[in-house]
């Protein structure tokens, strides 16, 4: 079939214009690939963020204000089941205990792992176990009130003569040095491995538990 110059060049017109389509469709492609490319980029980056986030509020831990009340309680209601009732010494051996147990917690977590506030910022051990001691001594400082609250009852009943002011004082430093006491057994038992278990040590002397004791049923005033 003999083909004329004039329709030569329509050929290749046509040619030019496949060619033109073929390029359009290979630059929309192109694009897409690129939006996909981009729109991938952000999904992973969402999810990347995702998982930090999710990790940081693992480790977020939010102080509060009842923790060591809980703690305290938790251990003297063992106590009730085990002996039926409780008194003023298993309260100061409680509170001495849970001071050492939620020091050892703190220990624990700060060994391998970052911790943070709820405001993101990082929480260091010395900032828990500042806030620890800020609880012990908001505990004892309720616990003397309860007892001259109660002593204070007491008189206007006329069931005493006085508040015991030398037995709540104390009492006060019977506390602490319950927490030394068991502070030195957590530190001579995470030697050897053993767990930290309630102690029937006897701080101060028996006439302060005698006369504490007297003043009311603490088996429904601590829980």
Not at 34 to 55: A, C, G, P, T, Y
Not at 207 to 215: D, H, K, P, S
Request: hydrophobic content about 30%; charged content about 30%.
């Amino acid at each position: 079939m003999s083909i004329s110059i004039s329709d030569y060049p329509v050929h290749l017109q046509d040619g030019l214009k496949l060619n033109k389509e073929c390029l359009k469709s290979q630059e929309s492609q192109n694009e897409d690939q690129k939006v996909f490319h981009r729109d991938s980029l952000e999904v992973s980056q969402l999810s990347k963020n995702r998982e930090v986030l999710i990790d940081k509020i693992k480790y977020t831990i939010v102080q509060s204000i009842t923790s060591f009340s809980d703690t305290r309680a938790e251990i003297l209601k063992e106590v009730r089941e085990e002996k039926g009732q409780y008194g003023y010494s298993d309260v100061v051996n409680a509170c001495g205990l849970s001071y050492a147990r939620m020091y050892s917690e703190i220990e624990q977590h700060h060994k391998n792992e970052q911790y943070y506030k709820a405001d993101g910022a990082l929480l260091t051990k010395e900032e828990e176990i500042e806030w620890l001691d800020m609880q012990y001594d908001q505990e004892v400082a309720w616990q003397k009130s309860c007892a001259r609250i109660v002593a204070q009852g007491q008189v206007i009943q006329g069931k005493i003569s006085e508040i015991p002011t030398k037995e709540i004082e104390e009492l006060e430093d019977s506390f602490y040095q319950a927490k030394d006491a068991y502070m030195e057994l957590y530190r001579e038992n995470r030697q050897v491995g053993k767990p930290l278990v309630l102690q029937n040590y006897m701080f101060g002397n028996g006439r302060m538990y005698e006369v504490l004791n007297r003043l009311s049923n603490l088996q429904r005033r601590v829980e």
